[in-house]
């Protein structure tokens, strides 16, 4: 099993900016989908972006136009850029690199928190 290990997070003011790094300890063959989950305390694990390898793109619609997710496939890297931050997005931020039926790898979590 491998672990993989965020960076990035921290605490922010409403309306400002922050970039979380994603990457696995060893090499992966064929990942086919990056993505970034959150959770928030006393709520559920929920999904934030997702990237596949050829690129295509899906956000939760409570981050579109302010996240973008890019991922560095022959790096196993993956990057969640979070602008115009809001106090409901405070959670910890997971990554995860998966293929379906062969591999599902997580990180430990970034915590994120957005307050004056």
């Known amino acids: 099993q491998v672990q993989l290990v965020e960076s990035g997070g921290g605490l922010v003011q409403p309306g400002g900016s922050l970039r979380l790094s994603c990457a696995a300890p060893?090499?992966?063959?064929?990942?086919?989908?990056m993505g970034w989950y959150r959770q928030a305390p006393g709520k559920q694990r929920e999904l934030v972006a997702t990237i596949a390898g050829g690129g295509s793109t899906n956000y939760a619609d409570s981050v579109k136009g302010r996240f973008t997710i890019s991922g560095d496939f022959a790096r196993n890297t993956g990057y969640l850029q979070m602008n115009s931050l809001k106090p409901e997005d405070t959670a910890v931020y997971y990554c995860?690199?998966?293929?379906?039926?062969?591999?599902?790898?997580w990180g430990q979590g970034t915590q994120v928190t957005v307050s004056s």
């Open positions: 995860n690199f998966r293929r379906p039926g062969i591999f599902d790898y």
């Open positions: 060893v090499s992966i063959f064929v990942i086919n989908v």
